[in-house]
């Protein structure tokens, strides 16, 4: 079965670093990745989303790459700010239209003054 | 606008009994999905409806647990007997269309608490 895998501990930065995260799939490559943030007690919000045939994705201080040989997707967040401190969620989508995404456990950053 | 709503924002309940979590999708969102969330995990794929039918319900856990979506807007998500090992958060979420091009929109979960 699929796997998505994140790392587990916690990744602390100082502001205006570049926070890099990662996400590594098992099996199957996807149609493509997402990435959502949380905050405690609050549900995922939509970050990016990258296709199998793009390299790479930015949006403002974002960029997602996209690796199909190493099957690893990396998540960064450049010129970090305390406001970015949340969980960082990688999930997978395969090749079929359904609803049925597969998340990683999260990767919480904690970016301090 | 108005985001995914979820009612209640908590519920406690005893094991054995019968609880409904409610689910009020983003106006014009014609899919929408349950996942549950157990603390220091990633969201879990329950269920998926693509208007009125359940397109996807191979994350259901076991037959206690239903899910509705009568007229193609709310959703109920039923869990009959309930058990301390349901005890998460019921997340709800809608897009537009279909997952290969539509994120999913959440809403703030359903924390279900069985003792």
């Known amino acids: 079965s699929q796997k998505i895998e994140q790392n587990s501990e916690a990744l602390n930065i100082q502001e205006g670093k570049t926070a890099t995260l990662t996400c590594n799939y098992t099996n199957y490559s996807p149609a493509y990745l997402q990435w959502y943030r949380q905050d405690p007690g609050r549900g995922p919000v939509f970050l990016l989303l990258i296709r199998e045939n793009e390299k790479e994705k930015r949006k403002e201080r974002l960029k997602v790459t996209f690796d199909t040989t190493l099957k690893q997707s990396l998540f960064h967040i450049t010129a970090s700010q305390p406001a970015d401190s949340a969980t960082y969620l990688c999930?997978?989508?395969?090749?079929?239209?359904?609803?049925?995404?597969?998340f990683g456990q999260g990767t919480t950053l904690q970016v301090k003054p | 606008g108005a985001g995914v709503s979820q009612t209640p924002s908590n519920k406690v309940t005893e094991k054995g009994k019968y609880v409904e979590l409610r689910c009020d999708p983003i106006s014009g969102h014609t899919a929408l999905y349950w996942y549950r969330q157990s603390l220091g995990q990633g969201p879990e794929f329950l269920i998926y409806f693509q208007g009125t039918g359940a397109a996807d319900d191979s994350g259901l856990p076991n037959d206690r647990f239903f899910a509705v979506r009568p007229e193609g807007s709310v959703s109920t998500l039923k869990i009959q007997r309930t058990e301390r090992g349901d005890s998460a958060v019921y997340l709800c979420?809608?897009?537009?269309?279909?997952?290969?091009?539509?994120?999913?929109?959440f809403g703030n979960g359903t924390r279900l608490t069985v003792t």
């Open positions: 979420a809608s897009s537009l269309g279909g997952v290969l091009e539509s994120p999913l929109h």
């Open positions: 999930a997978w989508a395969g090749s079929s239209n359904t609803g049925k995404l597969i």
